[in-house]
């Protein structure tokens, strides 16, 4: 795996596939790997590059505050250090806070934009449940089986378990399957999910941006739609019916096709000719 030295700390990431880069930002304690069903379609058609952020993966951990800003300072200067003037930016969840962030104060680095499961502030609901994790994590001295048994039920319909029990399980195993994140780690970058608050902020994207929830998520439920398509001006909304918070899990198929049509519609050549 490559890794690139980011002013303090050192990045790890996967690249794999070709055409324009596309910086895959992940999610609360999850590593690069997050993305591998996304991945194998993308890089038909893009460089994709899914990152390891501070504190998750085989990249640094160091101690100290972690906030929203700061994770996307670390993604501008890796792209900086990598050789990468300007990609398409893409997360979920933390992912998509980050690259928000990213989006409103790097400009220039940022071809087009897609938000999956986000939010712009943190209200006392998501405040509670992020709570709760810490909590949860805390208590089983384990941030992969927290994962699994506290944050898993937020990501999945009650028809998903009830459906597809196997598929859940393997989900599981691949959660257990990845460097597991330390609980101090886990704690500061939760806290930066807590603290999150890029309201002011939505006004500096100009990026091109999508905006996609899952119809039956309660963590960043629709409640967030109208601030988030309102704020940035040059946005679009999808909503996945029958899913939750990991619409990239539960919907597979149509979660990469309808975010790949957005992606293919601002590659260089159409984005230029739009």
């Known amino acids: 795996m490559p890794k690139v030295k980011v002013s303090t700390i050192t990045m790890n990431y996967d690249q794999q596939g070709a055409g324009e880069p596309l910086v895959l930002i992940p999610y609360l304690a999850a590593d690069h790997a997050c993305y ?4 194998a379609e993308y890089a038909k058609h893009f460089t994709c590059i899914s990152l390891d952020l501070r504190g998750t993966g085989e990249t640094d951990k160091p101690e100290g505050a972690y906030s929203t800003e700061l994770l996307a300072d670390d993604v501008a200067a890796f792209m900086e250090a990598a050789g990468i003037p300007k990609a398409h930016v893409s997360g979920l969840s933390l992912g998509a806070a980050v690259g928000m962030w990213l989006a409103a104060k790097y400009p220039r680095k940022v071809q087009s934009l897609s938000l999956h499961s986000s939010w712009p502030k943190t209200d006392p609901f998501l405040k509670t449940v992020i709570e709760g994790f810490q909590v949860m994590a805390k208590a089983l001295n384990s941030v992969p089986e927290m994962v699994i048994q ?8 009650p028809e998903l378990y009830a ?3 196997d598929y859940i399980q393997t989900l599981a195993g691949f ?3 990845r460097p597991a994140q330390p609980l101090a780690a886990f704690l500061q970058q939760s806290n930066a999910v807590i603290a999150h608050d890029a309201a002011a902020q939505l006004a500096r994207i100009t990026a091109p941006t999508q905006i996609t929830f899952g119809a039956s998520d309660q963590v960043t439920s629709t409640r967030f739609a109208g601030p988030l ?5 040059n946005s679009e909304l999808l909503i996945f019916e029958g899913c939750a918070h990991a619409p990239i899990y539960e919907k597979v ?3 990469n096709q309808k975010t790949l049509q957005f992606l293919k519609r601002h590659t260089g050549a159409r984005a230029a000719a739009s």
């Not at 506290?150 to 319909?157: D, E, L, S, Y």
């Not at 398509?229 to 001006?233: C, D, E, K, L, R």
């Open 163 to 165: 459906a597809k029990p």
């Open 229 to 233: 398509n309102g704020g940035i001006g």
């Open 253 to 255: 198929e149509e979660f």
């Open 36 to 39: 591998a069903f996304q991945v």
């Open 150 to 157: 506290g944050i898993f039920p937020w990501c999945f319909t």
């Open 175 to 177: 959660v257990r399957s």
